[in-house]
Nanobody, 119 residues
């Protein structure tokens, strides 16, 4: 089992930047970020391998968001630049316990942090 605690959400204006953090306990897993906007299903945002050498992004955030990790601190980050109102959502950190880290492989979830982007 792993515990995930997100932080860094808030209210920003369109075009601003924000960095989310996710502190994980236990073993090192592939990690990801997902988001859920009101009235919508949860969607994949970005993921990073255990080593940090491989990453994957949703098309909607490519070129604007960057996922990274510090394994010494067991922490994953999501740097979000050029934020848009449509990025408004609750952002969840997740961990994939197996060798595969496709979006459907994530099994452990944090409590979420709200990101609101005003126009």
């Amino acid at each position: 089992q792993v515990q995930l605690v997100e932080s860094g959400g808030g209210l920003v204006q369109a075009g601003d930047s924000l960095r989310l953090s996710c502190a994980a306990s236990g073993r090192t897993y592939a990690m990801g970020w997902f988001r859920q906007a009101p009235g919508k299903e949860r969607e994949f945002v970005a993921a990073i391998s255990r080593s940090g050498l491989s990453t994957n992004y949703a098309d909607s955030v490519k070129g604007r968001f960057t996922i990274s990790r510090d394994n010494a601190r067991n922490t994953v980050y999501l740097q979000m630049n050029s934020l848009k109102p449509e990025d408004t959502a609750v952002y969840y950190c997740a961990a994939a316990p197996g060798s595969s880290w496709s979006p459907q492989d994530f099994r452990f979830w944090g409590q979420g942090t709200q990101v609101t982007v005003s126009s």
